[in-house]
């Protein structure tokens, strides 16, 4: 099997593998260039544009991504604690 097929199949069974807990090692590579979303080691500030302001009426209180924990508040995708009128350029409306 060559390099492009793998990479192929690789992506078009990421969504199964996220769902199901599986993975092969191209896939943890893929999902390790995406995001690291185990909070504490995130993306650094800088490169999502976070500002401890809220933008309009986007706010991490209203993020998907926001996590509440012991220590404070934190991101699943920004590394180390948020605030909650803060913002980033992956802000996504929460449920």
Known sequence: MGSRAMDAEGVRNMP???IEGRSRPFDKAVMGMAFDLRGSEGLDRASVKYADRPHGVQRCAECTHVLAAAQGVRCSIVEG???LNG???LWTPGD
Do not use: N
């Open 87 to 89: 913002w980033c350029a």
């Open 81 to 83: 604690q948020v605030g």
């Open 16 to 18: 199964r593998v996220l």
